[in-house]
């Protein structure tokens, strides 16, 4: 069984920084894309970044330039590094694994971390 567990949340202050971090854990034979999404009280969970296998990276336009997704794939994690933070990231991260084979032939699936609050004060 693969599982995803997440780190590095907390409170900080308006443009502090914060690095969430994603490992997976089980047997993983190749994870495509990774990726972080947001959700905030009372608002769907959204796309902040991902990151394919061949390490492009697509960004939210509300945190380019301050946030920086990252990969290790011999770790099977994967980084947020977030910078000059704002008020308006809070919201619970989650972490989501897609297309993630146990081996060659097998079939891909796609799973989710168990989410970690960020909470920036202004």
């Known amino acids: 069984q693969v599982q995803l567990v997440e780190s590095g949340g907390g409170l900080v202050q308006a443009g502090g920084s914060l690095r969430l971090s994603c490992a997976a854990s089980?047997?993983?034979?190749?994870?495509?894309?990774m990726g972080w999404y947001r959700q905030a009280p009372g608002k769907q969970r959204d796309l902040v970044a991902v990151i394919t296998g061949g390490g492009t990276t697509n960004y939210a336009d509300s945190v380019k330039g301050r946030f920086t997704i990252s990969r290790d794939n011999a770790r099977n994690a994967v980084y947020l590094q977030m910078n000059s933070l704002k008020a308006e990231d809070t919201g619970v991260y989650y972490c989501n694994f897609k297309d993630v084979r146990k081996s060659f032939a097998s079939e891909g699936s796609d799973y989710w971390g168990q989410g970690t609050q960020v909470t920036v004060s202004s």
């Open positions: 089980g047997r993983i034979f190749r994870i495509n894309a």
